[in-house]
């Protein structure tokens, strides 16, 4: 009876390490699984050179441009894998509600309406609306515009613009269909940012770039994210702030600015 008592208290011995043995692997396990790094999915529309744009070769994948480098290094900073969601850029608020997306960068102004249903980030970037027009065009202010075939690119704040100052126009859904009409006749004048519009009239020849201080105000580029999502907003924030005071967006601008991006105006990209 001693034997035997002596066996079950061994075998309850060995039961008891191998249980120790056992969940000190699960603990490993459970702290390999949480060492891989968190994913932030980043919405954008890639045809907006040169802040985002398809290209063989992108910072991120097939999408390059100044938006996506910014979003690169958000998510290095963060220790985060990064993803881009490519969509219509009326779409991209909406992939913020419906778990599509966490982040929206693209190019995208902060406006008052916005801001009432998504908040945003400290602006990264200053452009203004302009019209891209022929050389040979007699448009030289905004008001010329009056009885024109205008163009705008459909969600972007050339849009209202162009509806808040009472023209009729035609939106199409890419830059380049629109500029396209413009190159071949099919409109007077293109509305657009003015940065996407030195790019168009950079690989565009017979084409010039009109500006009205006067008729459009400078506006702000930030990144967007659902209402409340605090604790995204100030990490995206904290890598903006510094990518503003190394000089890194400054440096971006001036280098995607001058890049050749002509594989981006054909096919689905601009």
Do not use: H, W
């Not at 309406?113 to 007699?138: C, G, H, L, N």
């Not at 830059?175 to 293109?190: H, I, P, R, S, W």
């Amino acid at each position: 009876m001693k034997k035997f008592k002596k066996m079950l208290a061994l075998g309850l011995a060995l039961a008891m390490g191998l249980s120790l043995v056992a969940c000190g692997d699960k603990k490993e396990e459970s702290k390999d699984e949480g060492s891989s790094k968190d994913k932030i999915v980043f919405g954008t529309n890639a045809e907006f050179p040169p802040f985002e744009y398809v290209a063989a070769n992108g910072v991120i994948g097939e999408y390059d441009g100044i938006d996506m480098a910014i979003a690169k290094k958000i998510a290095e900073d963060n220790n985060m894998d990064v993803e881009i969601n490519n969509m219509e850029f009326d779409s991209l608020l909406l992939a913020l509600d419906n778990g599509q997306a966490d982040a929206v960068i693209a190019g995208m102004t902060v406006t008052d309406e916005r801001k009432e249903s998504y908040d945003f980030s400290i602006p990264y970037y200053t452009a203004t609306q302009v019209m891209i027009v022929k050389e040979d065009s007699d448009i030289q202010k905004a008001s010329d515009m009056d009885g024109t075939r205008i163009v705008v690119i459909q969600g972007y704040t050339g849009e209202t613009c162009v509806k808040e100052m009472g023209y009729k126009y035609e939106a199409f859904k890419k830059g380049t269909e629109a500029v396209l009409e413009l190159v071949n006749g099919k409109c007077d004048v293109v509305v657009i940012d003015s940065a996407t519009a030195e790019k168009f009239v950079g690989d565009n020849k017979g084409l010039k770039i009109v500006e009205d201080k006067d008729a459009f105000a400078a506006e702000e580029y930030a990144i967007a994210v659902k209402k409340g999502n605090t604790e995204l907003l100030n990490k995206i924030n904290a890598s903006v702030q510094k990518l503003l005071d190394d000089g890194t967006i400054a440096n971006l601008s001036a280098e995607y600015l001058d890049k050749d991006t002509d594989d981006t105006a054909t096919g689905d990209a601009e």
